[in-house]
Nanobody, 127 residues
Framework: QVQLVESGGGSVQAGGSLKLSCVAS????????MGWFRQDPGKEREGIAI???????KYADSVKGRFTISRDNAKNFLYLQMNSLKPEDTSMYYC?????????????????????WGQGTQVTVSP
């Protein structure tokens, strides 16, 4: 059983910063890819950043240069530092872990399938 719990969301003015955290528990391995997605009501969940176990990262063009994903493998933590936030960054943000077998839960991003999800944390950026 895998559990992912996000924290750190909130409201901020445009240009501000937030840092999201995610703690993973259960059958977690240091070889697992982790990532952050976001989803607006009525829209598809989109991957915005992933991080491999060697620390290599990939970002969506919409957040490149503003967001930084990082992980602490020893503590099973995943982070997303969000700077220069824009109103269009307003969304529900989800922590994700690669793997999983339930096809109803699988989402692909940057060539990796993610099948484990947190409950989400809301980020709201005002103009």
């Amino acid at each position: 059983q895998v559990q992912l719990v996000e924290s750190g969301g909130g409201s901020v003015q445009a240009g501000g910063s937030l840092k999201l955290s995610c703690v993973a528990s259960g059958h977690i391995y240091s070889t697992d890819v982790m990532g952050w997605f976001r989803q607006d009501p009525g829209k598809e969940r989109e991957g915005i950043a992933i991080i491999e176990t060697d620390g290599s990262t990939k970002y969506a063009d919409s957040v490149k240069g503003r967001f930084t994903i990082s992980r602490d493998n020893a503590k099973n933590f995943l982070y997303l530092q969000m700077n220069s936030l824009k109103p269009e960054d307003t969304s529900m943000y989800y922590c994700a872990l690669g793997g999983g077998r339930d096809p109803r839960k699988l989402k692909a991003a940057f060539g990796t399938l993610f099948g484990y999800w947190g409950q989400g944390t809301q980020v709201t950026v005002s103009p």
